[in-house]
């Protein structure tokens, strides 16, 4: 099986998405499972007792026959045999292929409701055409690549999964005023997707999120992406304002518990 045949809206990343799923941060533990026809990922963080199926892919060619279910199957056995209490077909921060199923992967989510998964959340992505220009207006605060301090400054104003990020990303970019860290950007971490992004509260309405968003945007139309994807979007009034970015992907998250 081609990956990128079954993975049609995602073909050209497709083999990217793989190698990002087998070099996760220390301290998960992950799984594949494979048929000629198909392969499942699966992986579950450091004490945790939550599985997920991070890529499920059939032949387009072989569907219908059961081979999604038995490899769903076969990952959810592993997941409980490591202590997990519930299944999800959701993303795994900071390693992760898509928040949840794309909905235009229908037979996917046919196949979740079948085995007993219930939708409880809906996440959305925005892309930005980049043929634009990126320049951003200058304002009180310098814009640097070096990631020097970087991740201690995202563990210490958001959380352990954005500093990995930042750290794993293509680029990421970082704001200073006074010469103290207030914001910061990365693309890349997950291939060709924008994020994650934050600006202190002391920082908000100096432009600087705005500034390292069509730094990043930038940058990525220089790689030769023709746009960038907007990953797991909270604030979509600002990326729509800040650079016409529009919602064009939803994900529906699933759920089972084990009983």
């Known amino acids: 099986m081609k990956l990128r045949d079954a993975l049609t809206w995602d073909a ?36 945790g007792d939550i599985g997920h199926v991070d890529l499920l892919a059939v032949d ?11 490899l769903v199957l076969a990952a ?7 202590g997990a209490r519930e299944m999800r077909f959701a993303g795994n921060p900071p390693c992760y292929a898509w928040p949840g199923i794309d909905v235009r992967y229908t037979p996917a989510l046919c196949l979740a409701d079948s085995l007993g998964y219930e939708r409880y959340r809906a996440a959305c992505n925005m892309t930005v055409d980049l043929h634009g220009d990126f320049s951003a207006a200058p304002g009180d605060f310098t814009i640097s ?7 201690e400054f995202v563990r210490e104003n958001w ?7 930042a750290v794993e990303a293509e680029r990421c970019y970082h704001a200073e005023v006074d010469g103290e860290i207030v914001g910061f950007a990365a693309w890349g971490a997950r291939p060709a997707w924008f994020g994650p992004m934050g600006t202190t509260p002391s920082a908000r309405g100096l432009g600087v999120g705005t500034a390292l968003l069509r730094r990043c945007l930038a940058d990525m139309a220089a790689a030769g992406l023709p ?16 650079v016409g970015a529009r919602v064009e992907r939803v994900f529906w998250l699933y759920r089972k518990e084990f009983s």
């Open 76 to 82: 959810e056995e592993w997941a409980r045999s490591h």
């Open 159 to 165: 959380n352990e999964a954005w500093a990995w990020e």
């Open 12 to 47: 050209d990343a497709a083999e990217a998405l793989v190698d990002r799923l087998v070099t996760p941060p220390d301290g998960r533990i992950w799984t594949s499972f494979a048929k000629q026809d198909g392969v499942v990922f699966a992986s579950m963080s450091h004490g």
């Open 60 to 70: 387009p060619a072989a569907r219908r026959r059961g081979t999604g279910r038995a």
């Open 145 to 151: 690549d070096d990631r020097t301090g970087v991740a």
């Open 227 to 242: 746009a960038a994807e907007i990953a797991w979007v909270g604030p979509i009034g600002f990326y729509a304002k800040a």
